[in-house]
C-alpha cells in the first residue's frame, strides 16, 4: 500500500484528492495537512509521497519542502500548483522536489502519477511543463548547447531518457526495454554526468527543451 499525505491550504483539494486515491487499491491517504502542522504529521505518518502546495498561507511549499528534504526517511515530493505559471517551481525541482502535478489532473492520471513518485520516478505533468518553460524565457537561452550536450547520448541512453522524463523508474524502464535494474540505473548515471546535471527533473526538463520526447524507444 502506497501511503501518501496531502498537504494543501484548500479543503476541496484536500477531499478531492483523498476521495480519489482511496478508491484506488493500492493508495491510502493517510493524512492531511494545512500546512502549519505538515511537518508534524509526516513525520508522524512517515509517508511515501507527499502532494505539496507550493502556495500556502501560513506555510509556503518551498520552506516545507526544505525540510522534508533533510529527514532521515525522506518520501518522494511533487509540488501541487495551478495552471497559472508559478516562478517558484524552478526553485522547488532544484531544491529536492521529485516533479509538479496541476490540481486539475485528472482522477485515473493522479493515481498513476502517485504510484510513479512511489516507484522513485519523476513525474512531470505535461501542461504545467510547457507553461512553466513559456514562463521564463532564459531557460531556453542556452538551447543550442544543451541540444549539443543530449546529441551526445548514445541511442539507448536517449531512449532510457525518454522514459525517465515519462516518469517510469530504474525497475519498470528495464522492464520495457529489456534490461536490468542495474544496467538502466548506470545509463541514468552516465545520462546525468553527459547533460551537467544532478536529477532525474532536470534531465526530463533538458529532454523536454531538446525536442527529445518526441522519440518513442525502439525495442
Known amino acids: 500500500m502506497i501511503r501518501v499525505v496531502i498537504v494543501d491550504d484548500e479543503a476541496l483539494v484536500r477531499s478531492g484528492f483523498t476521495l480519489i486515491l ?10 492531511t495537512a494545512s500546512g502549519i502542522d505538515a511537518l508534524d504529521l509526516i513525520q508522524e505518518q512517515k509517508p511515501d509521497v507527499v502532494l505539496l502546495d507550493i502556495r500556502m498561507p501560513k506555510l509556503d511549499g518551498l520552506t516545507l519542502l526544505s525540510v522534508v528534504d533533510r529527514l532521515p526517511e525522506r518520501p518522494a515530493v511533487a509540488m501541487l500548483t495551478t495552471f497559472d505559471a508559478d516562478e517558484y517551481i524552478m526553485t522547488a525541482l532544484n531544491s ?9 489532473t485528472e482522477p485515473e ?3 498513476q502519477y502517485v504510484r510513479a513518485l512511489a516507484a522513485g520516478a519523476v513525474v512531470l505533468s505535461p501542461r504545467a ?3 512553466l518553460l513559456d514562463s521564463h524565457p532564459g531557460l531556453a ?3 543550442d548547447a544543451e541540444a549539443g550536450r543530449v546529441s551526445t547520448l548514445t541511442e539507448r541512453e536517449r531512449q532510457v531518457l525518454v522514459l525517465v522524463a515519462e516518469g517510469l523508474s530504474n525497475a519498470e524502464i ?3 526495454l529489456y534490461l536490468g535494474s542495474g544496467t538502466v ?9 553527459k547533460l551537467g546535471v544532478a536529477s532525474r527533473v532536470q534531465a526530463a526538463l533538458a529532454a523536454q527543451r531538446a525536442g527529445t520526447l518526441g522519440d518513442r ?3
Do not use: C, M, W, Y
Open 96 to 104: 529536492g522536489a521529485s516533479g509538479f502535478l496541476l490540481k486539475d
Open 129 to 131: 511543463s510547457r507553461t
Open 217 to 219: 524507444p525502439r525495442t
Open 109 to 111: 492520471q493522479l493515481a
Open 141 to 143: 537561452a542556452d538551447l
Open 22 to 31: 482511496n478508491a484506488t487499491g493500492d493508495i491510502e491517504v493517510v493524512g
Open 185 to 193: 540505473k548506470d545509463h541514468v548515471s552516465a545520462i546525468l554526468a
Open 174 to 176: 528495464g522492464g520495457r
